[in-house]
Nanobody, 115 residues
Framework: QLQLVESGGGLVQPGGSLRLSCSVS????????LAWYRQAPETQRELVAS???????YYPDSMKGRFTISRDGAKRTVYLKISSLNSEDTAVYYC?????????WGQGTQVTVSS
């Protein structure tokens, strides 16, 4: 059983930056993928970035440039840095663990961009 706990969200002014954290507890094993998704009101959840257990990263074309995913294996934490925040980044950000057919989601952390 795995637990994912996101943190670091909040109210941010446009143009600011934020770093989200996802702390993972339980047995991670190897050959996994951790990813950040986001979901704005009345929209579908969308992939922001992912990172594998070996450090390979992936960003959809629409997310390249302002988002940076990283991980700290010792702390069992994956991070998402968001820069140049704008109102379209307002969403709940979720952490997702995938290993084969096994999927776990965190509860999410709210990011609100507003002046």
């Amino acid at each position: 059983q795995l637990q994912l706990v996101e943190s670091g969200g909040g109210l941010v002014q446009p143009g600011g930056s934020l770093r989200l954290s996802c702390s993972v507890s339980g047995s991670i094993f190897s050959f996994y993928e951790l990813a950040w998704y986001r979901q704005a009101p009345e929209t579908q959840r969308e992939l922001v970035a992912s990172i594998t257990g070996t450090g390979g990263t992936y960003y959809p074309d629409s997310m390249k440039g302002r988002f940076t995913i990283s991980r700290d294996g010792a702390k069992r934490t994956v991070y998402l840095k968001i820069s140049s925040l704008n109102s379209e980044d307002t969403a709940v950000y979720y952490c997702k663990y995938t290993r084969g057919a096994t999927v776990y989601w965190g509860q999410g952390t709210q990011v609100t961009v507003s002046s």
